[in-house]
């Protein structure tokens, strides 16, 4: 069974939450590590806020077999391109936003 979760600080948790997905409270860097490695053994893909960037790229260093992929908490179009590109070659080995980009 492949399950995914959504890691990050209230408001951004809350979004998903809304939407009945499953959510994580990560209030700080600190945290960072106990919680995604308690989460890894349950969720094949866990997303988290991009606030958390450096925390996951090192964490992804030590483990990069590892599904975590970084979702933005704004609204620019070219960051959710940028988002959406690494999701797309991570799930499908190739990137679906050729036609985006153009635009």
């Not at 994580?24 to 349950?42: D, V």
Request: aromatic fraction near 10%; charge should be negative; proline fraction near 1%.
């Amino acid at each position: 069974m492949s399950r995914m979760i959504f890691v990050g600080g209230r408001d951004f948790i809350s979004i998903f939450k809304n939407f009945g997905m499953e959510t994580s409270l990560l209030e700080n860097q600190n945290e960072f590590e106990n919680i995604i490695s308690g989460l890894t053994k349950e969720y094949a893909v866990i997303f988290v806020s991009r606030v958390f960037s450096g925390s996951v790229s090192k964490f992804l260093d030590l483990h990069p077999e590892l599904n975590i992929v970084l979702l933005s908490e704004e609204f620019d179009k070219n960051v959710v391109i940028k988002d959406f590109k690494s999701i797309s070659e991570k799930a499908a080995g190739v990137d679906l936003t050729g036609k985006l980009e153009q635009q």
